[in-house]
């Protein structure tokens, strides 16, 4: 237990669906991530949110829009996927940004699969 | 781009021997971290190293910082089979401002019982 709580775990949606991605952290951290882990490639930094303020968009497709309300929430909004975003989403929490020496705390991650 | 790339991709060997890794990155960095990944789980955190230490111990855990060479080893003792998992290195940029870590690929680490 991390404390870092992602859901739902799996989800599997079609093209023309829209889905949402939920993470919460219970550590009182400031900065929250998401990553993209596909398979043979490393973890892609796609947005990193710092007091609820978005600092980075690793230009990540439209199609994927975040969403942090506070400082212990965040979302990660689909919709239009396409086949080649099926990965393993992974949020993150930290309590001050990578180039403060952050530590970084996982969830365990949703497997998403588009068909 | 990518930062930190690990080697070897893979590695297999039997309890109770030691497992080194190696990680190089590109740019200047504040610091490096290790993660362990257990297989279609989240990443943990192992242990972190500043540009201006040269080696930190944790446990059973060795991790060695060469910043003029841009390289990085975490040495694992006494392996287990809970040992098995792949592992991460992790740098910040200290030049290019970026706010979140860059990974490189892992190396896949599996203990013979």
Known sequence: ?115 | SQQGEEDPQALSIQEGENATMNCSYKTSINNLQWYRQNSGRGLVHLILIRSNEREKHSGRLRVTLDTSKKSSSLLITASRAADTASYFCATDDSGGGADGLTFGKGTHLIIQP
């Open chain 1, 1 to 115: 237990e991390t404390g870092v709580t992602q859901t739902p775990r799996h989800l599997v949606m079609g093209m023309t669906n829209k889905k949402s991605l939920k993470c919460e952290q219970h550590l009182g951290h400031n900065a929250m991530y998401w990553y993209k882990q596909s398979a043979k490639k490393p973890l892609e930094l796609m947005f990193v949110y710092n007091f609820k303020e978005q600092t980075e968009n690793n230009s990540v497709p439209s199609r994927f829009s975040p969403e942090c309300p506070n400082s212990s929430h965040l979302f990660l909004h689909l919709h239009t996927l396409q086949p080649e975003d099926s990965a393993l989403y992974l949020c993150a929490s930290s309590q001050e940004l990578a180039w403060q020496t952050g530590e970084l705390f996982f969830g365990e991650g949703s497997r998403l699969t588009v068909l």
